[in-house]
């Protein structure tokens, strides 16, 4: 695809349900960034992969945060036990390797009910 | 700590009155400083990358400048179509390949 493809857009569950979100980098990025933005808040680093080497995981919040990263490529986000507090909009970005501009997808908006 | 704050956290201006928003940082070593704009329901988008105090970046009615504690995005006489969320970020020489974002600055212009 052209851009960053994230899905679901939207994702509506319940507290203590784990919910998975997806991340489609742009053909050729290396580098893949997932960020969590909540209202009023700044873009929070949760982790990052750069090819094959051991992810960033410096930001995830908790255990119950987790990513892989298949082949390189897809990316997904995996929250198990969801809180209240896990609301927010999950945001996936990818760049070529060490490159300065980050792509944004347009997120997965989580609700947790 | 390494701190990234904006500044005003709205503006509201008429179009075509100029202004700047500012991004101040407190870092160890700064690698980059960034400029995204975001609209609402959408993902940030890059604008510009300075490196070096005394720098600046053009594009369109934005410019960006940087100093050793601080930068400016400047709007010239903005249009409506300029109203979005503008957002800054850092790279430091010492946390491998994160982005550290302010909370940004959200512009609106009043046609």
């Known amino acids: 695809g052209a851009g960053v493809s994230q899905s679901p857009s939207n994702k509506v569950t319940e507290k203590g349900k784990d919910v998975e979100l997806r991340c489609d980098p742009i053909s050729g990025h290396t580098a893949l960034y997932w960020y969590r933005q909540s209202l009023g808040q700044g873009l929070e680093f949760l982790i990052y992969?750069?090819?094959?080497?051991?992810?960033?995981k410096s930001g995830l919040p908790s255990d119950r945060f987790s990513a892989e990263r298949t082949g390189g490529s897809v990316s997904t986000l995996t929250i198990q036990r969801t809180q209240q507090e896990d609301s927010a909009v999950y945001l996936c970005a990818s760049s070529i390797a060490w490159g300065e501009e980050l792509f944004f997808g347009e997120g997965s908006r989580l609700t947790v009910l | 700590e390494d701190q990234v704050t904006q500044s005003p956290e709205a503006l509201r201006l008429q179009e075509g009155e100029s202004s700047s928003l500012n991004c101040s940082y407190t870092v160890s070593g700064l690698r980059g400083l960034f400029w995204y704009r975001q609209d609402p329901g959408k993902g940030p988008e890059f604008l510009f990358t300075?490196?070096?105090a005394g720098e600046e970046k053009e594009k369109e009615r934005l410019k960006a400048t940087l100093t050793k504690k601080e930068s400016f995005l400047h709007i010239t006489a903005p249009k409506p179509e300029d109203s979005a969320t503008y957002l800054c970020a850092v790279r430091l020489t010492n946390t491998g390949n994160q982005f550290y974002f302010g909370t940004g600055t959200s512009l609106t212009v009043i046609p």
């Open positions: 300075l490196y070096s």
């Open positions: 992969f750069q090819g094959n080497s051991a992810p960033d």
